[in-house]
């Protein structure tokens, strides 16, 4: 028995030298003229197998081993499975090996049995991607064509596939070797993606490569170095993406592989080939460039083809155990990458959640899921609703505000997304009707669910979410002037009211003054008396914008104007109070408050629990720098609330003398000076006497 050496980990390691008396032995114990049996190579193995595990095998080795297992009449079969499954290569494996295990297979007594041809056509398939030449792997292809008829070779080649007749399974040998070629669809409830026969075996191998190959990259140059850093050893655990690989390229043809940073990419670009596995662009960076930059319609489906293969047979696991598997998520994760860099969502996938969405708990990696339905291209939206929406919400809506919150996040990133398709719509393309059609019905179905939201007394980060969507579209909406694919969609009006009043703070006040801001001057600018020379790009109706302005006014009236919940001021809509029931009960109410408070002027920015604590400030601060100046100008300060009143009764007392309108007009500086623009924004845009005033200020 071979001496051996305690390792790093403790455990027990052969040695290189104790290796090669172990394989010397091997070789001589299978020439007897006698077959011989397992038993007497049992205390041989041990060592064999254990190194193979630790360290790989180096050609040199390799090249016996499969020679004493393809021979015959050299090994036992239990022998040959044990060395077959132990062959790790620890460097790439070249062609005359390939040219042995091939030349194994088929009928003959001379030929090594049906189970090692097998394992050997399987161990093949493990290692191919640490070939070092395709080529000679393509040379074969003949050979491997003939021997289909062998019903055993046949299924190796075919594996994951089920029953083969002659075409499917020929068919479904290509995919094996290219898993994104197109091929023949196959019989429903057979596994239609391509799957490597032990993942674990694989993981083991590109350890001991990755060992291998940084222990020879130590002394080569940087630029090398980084060209090795895209492909395998990158990745540190077993993949179902395949590695960047133009298998077969000749020496004169520029690859992915031989690109050594951006620099090198940009200046090869129009003489690269493509990667034989196109899918690879879901996990390589300079890959997904090359798609944005240079791709056609036949490298999108050859992913389109993997992409479709390889979810039907997930979908499949997942609908029999209601749970995603790690690959899958695996696909997801490199689809968010592929999808957050070429903005292109496969067809495949879409296809592939309008079955998975209907048996989703609505939790599972739910926030990756919601990234990638985000990016649903531009489509019909009574489709999109029924294929897609419509069981999403199914899945996730439980009736908590949380829920609902989440789910209107994905919308406004959806919102986003189609807003950049729509405005790269080009008016004279033949779909350019259609295609800005799903927008508006997008938007409204949103607005709905938003205001459910409002209603189910949220917290101040629901709100904000809210707020977030309607910043969205406002941002999407203020292209309507030039882009006419882009109509103005104004917030609901309860939305708009139930903001102000139900949830109230100073940073939801801000955001929405100045998301009707936006809308304000998008309304102007769309409805500017047009010339000859620049027609309106659209019309909007007369009383459509007069709601709009009463938003305004209602706003304006609360704020500025001390006219809370007026209704004979133009456009005013009174905050949408009843004037006969609600309002009466309202005044009341504030009448009863020490001192005495007219409702009207309630909410004003001195009075307002938003603003009054910051409006005291602002008036503080006023009096203390007219007393720096002057200190006998100050002999009386405000006590407050500031009203327009309390002002001219301090100015004759001895007080600071400031008029009404322009301490309103510090206070909204002063807050815009400290981030809190949106107040001033509106005013300042909506009140004509204030138009000319904020430059000034």
């Given at each position: 028995?071979?001496?051996?050496?305690?390792?790093?980990?403790?455990?027990?390691?052969?040695?290189?030298?104790?290796?090669?008396?172990?394989?010397?032995?091997?070789?001589?114990?299978?020439?007897?003229?006698?077959?011989?049996?397992?038993?007497?190579?049992?205390?041989?193995?041990?060592?064999?197998?254990?190194?193979?595990?630790?360290?790989?095998?180096?050609?040199?080795?390799?090249?016996?081993?499969?020679?004493l297992v393809t021979d015959p009449l050299c090994l036992d079969q239990t022998t040959a499975t044990?060395?077959?499954?132990a062959l790790y290569p620890a460097t790439a494996v070249p062609s005359d090996l390939v040219y042995?295990?091939?030349?194994?297979?088929?009928?003959?007594?001379?030929?090594?049995?049906?189970?090692?041809?097998?394992?050997?056509?399987?161990?093949?398939?493990?290692?191919?991607?640490?070939?070092?030449?395709?080529?000679?792997?393509?040379?074969?292809?003949?050979?491997?064509?003939?021997?289909?008829?062998?019903?055993?070779?046949?299924?190796?080649?075919?594996?994951?596939?089920?029953?083969?007749?002659?075409?499917?399974?020929?068919?479904?040998?290509?995919?094996?070797?290219?898993?994104?070629?197109?091929?023949?669809?196959?019989?429903?409830?057979?596994?239609?993606?391509?799957?490597?026969?032990?993942?674990?075996?694989?993981?083991?191998?590109?350890?001991?490569?990755?060992?291998?190959?940084?222990?020879?990259?130590?002394?080569?140059?940087?630029?090398?170095?980084?060209?090795?850093?895209?492909?395998?050893?990158?990745?540190?655990?077993?993949?179902?993406?395949?590695?960047?690989?133009?298998?077969?390229?000749?020496?004169?043809?520029?690859?992915?592989?031989?690109?050594?940073?951006?620099?090198?990419?940009?200046?090869?670009?129009?003489?690269?080939?493509?990667?034989?596995?196109?899918?690879?662009?879901?996990?390589?960076?300079?890959?997904?460039?090359?798609?944005?930059?240079?791709?056609?319609?036949?490298?999108?489906?050859?992913?389109?083809?993997?992409?479709?293969?390889?979810?039907?047979?997930?979908?499949?696991?997942?609908?029999?155990?209601?749970?995603?598997?790690?690959?899958?998520?695996?696909?997801?994760?490199?689809?968010?990458?592929?999808?957050?860099?070429?903005?292109?969502?496969?067809?495949?996938?879409?296809?592939?959640?309008?079955?998975?969405?209907?048996?989703?708990?609505?939790?599972?990696?739910?926030?990756?899921?919601?990234?990638?339905?985000?990016?649903?291209?531009?489509?019909?939206?009574?489709?999109?609703?029924?294929?897609?929406?419509?069981?999403?919400?199914?899945?996730?809506?439980?009736?908590?505000?949380?829920?609902?919150?989440?789910?209107?996040?994905?919308?406004?990133?959806?919102?986003?997304?189609?807003?950049?398709?729509?405005?790269?719509?080009?008016?004279?393309?033949?779909?350019?009707?259609?295609?800005?059609?799903?927008?508006?019905?997008?938007?409204?179905?949103?607005?709905?669910?938003?205001?459910?939201?409002?209603?189910?007394?949220?917290?101040?980060?629901?709100?904000?979410?809210?707020?977030?969507?309607?910043?969205?579209?406002?941002?999407?909406?203020?292209?309507?002037?030039?882009?006419?694919?882009?109509?103005?969609?104004?917030?609901?009006?309860?939305?708009?009211?139930?903001?102000?009043?139900?949830?109230?703070?100073?940073?939801?006040?801000?955001?929405?003054?100045?998301?009707?801001?936006?809308?304000?001057?998008?309304?102007?600018?769309?409805?500017?008396?047009?010339?000859?020379?620049?027609?309106?790009?659209?019309?909007?109706?007369?009383?459509?914008?007069?709601?709009?302005?009463?938003?305004?006014?209602?706003?304006?009236?609360?704020?500025?104007?001390?006219?809370?919940?007026?209704?004979?001021?133009?456009?005013?809509?009174?905050?949408?109070?009843?004037?006969?029931?609600?309002?009466?009960?309202?005044?009341?109410?504030?009448?009863?408050?020490?001192?005495?408070?007219?409702?009207?002027?309630?909410?004003?920015?001195?009075?307002?629990?938003?603003?009054?604590?910051?409006?005291?400030?602002?008036?503080?601060?006023?009096?203390?720098?007219?007393?720096?100046?002057?200190?006998?100008?100050?002999?009386?300060?405000?006590?407050?609330?500031?009203?327009?009143?309390?002002?001219?009764?301090?100015?004759?007392d001895g007080g600071l003398e400031i008029g009404w309108a322009d301490y309103r007009l510090e206070?909204?500086?002063?807050?815009?000076?400290?981030?809190?623009?949106?107040?001033?924004?509106?005013?300042?845009?909506?009140?004509?006497?204030?138009?000319?005033?904020?430059?000034?200020?």
């Open positions: 028995m071979p001496a051996l050496v305690r390792g790093a980990d403790g455990l027990d390691q052969v040695t290189s030298q104790n290796f090669d008396q172990a394989l010397n032995q091997l070789i001589a114990a299978s020439r007897r003229s006698t077959k011989p049996k397992h038993t007497e190579f049992s205390h041989i193995l041990t060592p064999l197998v254990e190194y193979a595990h630790h360290h790989g095998l180096q050609n040199d080795a390799l090249v016996p081993i499969v020679g044990i060395l077959i499954n042995l295990v091939v030349s194994s297979l088929g009928h003959g007594k001379l030929k090594a049995s049906l189970a090692t041809q097998n394992l050997l056509l399987n161990w093949l398939i493990k290692v191919i991607e640490v070939l070092d030449d395709y080529a000679g792997l393509r040379r074969t292809y003949s050979v491997l064509f003939n021997l289909l008829d062998t019903i055993s070779i046949r299924l190796e080649l075919a594996r994951n596939t089920g029953d083969d007749p002659a075409l499917a399974g020929l068919l479904r040998c290509y995919e094996n070797w290219s898993p994104d070629i197109a091929r023949h669809p196959t019989a429903a409830g057979k596994p239609m993606k391509f799957s490597h026969p032990d993942p674990e075996w694989r993981a083991r191998l590109r350890a001991i490569q990755a060992l291998t190959s940084h222990s020879h990259l130590g002394h080569q140059a940087d630029a090398e170095s980084s060209k090795f850093a895209r492909g395998q050893l990158k990745r540190k655990r077993t993949s179902i993406i395949p590695n960047v690989a133009s298998n077969g390229s000749e020496r004169s043809v520029i690859t992915l592989e031989d690109m050594t940073g951006v620099e090198d990419f940009i200046e090869h670009i129009d003489k690269l080939e493509l990667s034989n596995q196109m899918v690879a662009a879901l996990d390589d960076t300079l890959l997904q460039k090359y798609i944005v930059l240079k791709s056609d319609d036949g490298s999108l489906r050859r992913i389109e083809d993997w992409l479709t293969n390889s979810l039907d047979g997930h979908m499949q696991d997942f609908s029999q155990s209601s749970s995603m598997n790690r690959h899958l998520v695996e696909v997801f994760e490199r689809l968010a990458s592929f999808v957050d860099s070429t903005k292109i969502l496969p067809q495949a996938v879409v296809r592939f959640f309008e079955s998975f969405l209907k048996k989703w708990d609505g939790i599972e990696n739910r926030e990756l899921i919601l990234s990638l339905l985000a990016q649903v291209p531009l489509q019909p939206f009574d489709d999109l609703y029924a294929s897609i929406l419509v069981p999403l919400e199914e899945s996730m809506i439980d009736n908590t505000a949380e829920t609902t919150a989440v789910l209107l996040g994905f919308y406004t990133d959806l919102v986003s997304h189609w807003t950049t398709q729509l405005l790269t719509l080009s008016p004279s393309g033949p779909t350019y009707q259609a295609a800005s059609k799903p927008f508006p019905q997008l938007i409204n179905h949103v607005s709905l669910l938003s205001l459910r939201l409002l209603t189910s007394l949220p917290t101040h980060s629901h709100v904000s979410t809210i707020l977030s969507y309607h910043e969205r579209l406002a941002n999407t909406i203020s292209h309507a002037p030039t882009f006419p694919q882009v109509e103005i969609l104004t917030p609901l009006s309860k939305t708009i009211y139930l903001l102000i009043f139900s949830n109230p703070s100073l940073s939801t006040l801000s955001r929405l003054c100045s998301i009707l801001s936006t809308y304000k001057r998008t309304f102007e600018i769309a409805m500017t008396r047009p010339s000859a020379m620049h027609p309106p790009i659209r019309e909007y109706a007369r009383d459509f914008v007069n709601r709009f302005n009463g938003f305004l006014m209602d706003i304006c009236n609360l704020l500025w104007r001390n006219r809370a919940f007026n209704v004979s001021d133009q456009n005013a809509l009174g905050c949408l109070m009843s004037q006969e029931a609600v309002i009466p009960e309202l005044q009341s109410h504030s009448a009863s408050f020490q001192p005495p408070q007219t409702l009207q002027q309630l909410f004003s920015l001195s009075i307002n629990p938003v603003t009054c604590a910051l409006a005291i400030v602002v008036f503080r601060e006023l009096e203390d720098k007219a007393e720096a100046t002057d200190e006998r100008s100050i002999r009386l300060r405000h006590g407050g609330p500031v009203s327009q009143r309390s002002l001219m009764t301090l100015a004759a206070v909204l500086n002063w807050l815009g000076q400290r981030g809190v623009d949106g107040l001033g924004e509106l005013m300042f845009c909506t009140m004509k006497h204030l138009m000319g005033q904020r430059k000034s200020s």
